[in-house]
């Protein structure tokens, strides 16, 4: 069985002429958006006009990826050929995680001459968003289950990225530590309390509208909810009272709608040790608060993510074994390239090359663990200068005594336990603006109590 082409994502789509691109999500997938309210403008799709060569009297098989906001939703395939469409048997299977292969066989015939596709026609259902991905055509009569084969990354493209990604934090570092003398840190932080609650708000029509995990201004639900961790934090480390507690309940509020687990976790390390530091009375006031908005929240029938959170300590939960599963899978990775993985943003390849032939998660954009992540794709050589970078810079933040500061880069890291957020722009930067925060202040003597205990 040969391949005649195999692209990552279908990255464009045509409907009956117009062209769109497709917004790209972290496991590789393209998501497409209903243009029309009416189901018929979308009878007719070609994610690509690419088109290749064929012979005739040989059988070709093509298949696609995919998945949608209606787990219901089917459609057919058609070989799009010199002669026109033409219309073949689909066959629909679900490979677990949400995730669906359509694919259909066809023998070529006098005057066909090439295949352009993969062509999507019929659809049947209603749905607001497609995901389509890894399309395949192969010479055969069944669909092949490896969408391996990609071409490693260059040595120099590991090296830039690293080099990409210091160099933003360090500017955002030293923009931040020359701003801050000069603006007021209520004000910022009423300015990002103001941004927070906007994104939180979009998030959460989101979840009222889809009944599902929002996403709010993000890539996706584990980001929103990563992000929000980190962002609270933020407001709580420059700002005061005033601020801190419509923060945390904002926070609270972005956890709950993202369904992440990992972050969670972050906002209830972080949480606890935020109401602890607050004043008696500030101190009741959230508790009772929180007390009552989750009274809420169960009576307005909200609480459809406890059942999800309460599997964190599930260890035979699927979500649980799914985890352990890509964390195998990255630790694999890293034993057969332990100097310097298998290349930056590889690591989605390789699992697909590499997992459980019944693996409970189909797809895994990242190793769900930071330290695993970078073993995975940067090995020995990338840890250790992700160790040396911000272990430095937290030496020097305990030197200081900021201990604050240390709270908020705690909570992160343990988001970063069972996810890989680090990276994304709305965690890193907060924790590099926190670093300059701290570092616009002189050092502090040692305290009887640290300043996590101050509101």
């Not at 420059?238 to 709608?257: E, K, Q």
Request: glycine fraction near 10%.
């Amino acid at each position: 069985m040969a391949n005649l082409f195999r692209y990552n994502a279908a990255a464009e789509l045509y409907v009956y002429g117009s062209r769109y691109l497709g917004e790209l999500k972290p496991d590789g997938l393209f998501r497409f958006y209903r243009k029309y309210s009416d189901d018929s403008a979308f009878t007719t799709v070609i994610t690509s006009d690419y088109a290749v060569p064929i012979d005739n009297g040989k059988v070709y098989t093509q298949s696609i990826y995919f998945r949608s906001d209606n787990p219901n939703l089917v459609f057919d395939l058609t070989f799009w050929t010199r002669r026109g469409r033409q219309a073949v048997s689909t066959v629909i299977e679900d490979v677990g995680g949400g995730l669906k292969r359509a694919y259909a066989t066809y023998q070529a015939r006098p005057g066909d001459d090439l295949i352009q596709g993969p062509d999507l026609i019929n659809f049947r259902g209603v749905w607001r968003y497609i995901d389509i991905g890894y399309a395949q055509l192969e010479v055969g009569s069944a669909p092949s289950h490896i969408l391996g084969g990609w071409p490693n990354s260059a040595g120099w493209e590991r090296f830039l990225w690293w080099i990409g990604t210091a160099l933003l934090g360090w500017m955002v570092l030293y923009m931040s530590k020359h701003l801050f003398p000069h603006i007021d840190g209520f004000k910022a932080s009423l300015m990002i309390v103001i941004g927070f609650i906007v994104h939180v708000g979009i998030g959460v029509e989101q979840y009222l509208s889809d009944n599902l995990r929002a996403t709010g201004l993000t890539v996706n639900p584990n980001a929103f909810g990563a992000s929000s961790v980190v962002v609270a934090g933020l407001t709580w480390l420059i700002g005061d009272c005033r601020l801190a507690i419509p923060a945390l309940g904002v926070m609270i509020s972005a956890v709950w709608i993202s369904g992440s687990r990992a972050a969670f976790l972050g906002a209830l390390f972080l949480g606890m040790i935020w109401i602890k530091g607050l004043p008696l009375r500030w101190k009741w006031v959230t508790l009772t608060l929180l007390f009552l908005s989750a009274a809420l929240a169960v009576g307005l029938g909200w609480g459809d993510h406890l059942g999800r959170f309460s599997s964190i300590v599930d260890i035979s939960s699927p979500s649980s074994q799914s985890r352990l599963e890509i964390w195998r899978v990255a630790w694999q990775a890293f034993m057969e390239h332990p100097l310097t993985g298998v290349g930056a943003n590889r690591f989605e390849i390789y699992y697909l090359e590499h997992r459980p032939i019944d693996a409970l998660e189909p797809v895994a954009s990242h190793a769900h663990n930071l330290f695993l992540h970078l073993l995975a794709e940067m090995g020995l050589l990338g840890l250790s200068g992700f160790l040396m970078l911000w272990g430095y810079i937290i030496w020097k933040l305990w030197q200081l005594r900021e201990l604050r500061v240390l709270t908020v880069i705690s909570g992160a890291l343990i988001v970063n336990l069972f996810d890989y957020t680090w990276f994304y722009a709305g965690v890193y930067y907060p924790l590099w603006v926190a670093v300059a925060w701290a570092l616009r202040t002189p050092s502090k003597p040692e305290l009887p109590s640290p300043d996590t205990m101050r509101g």
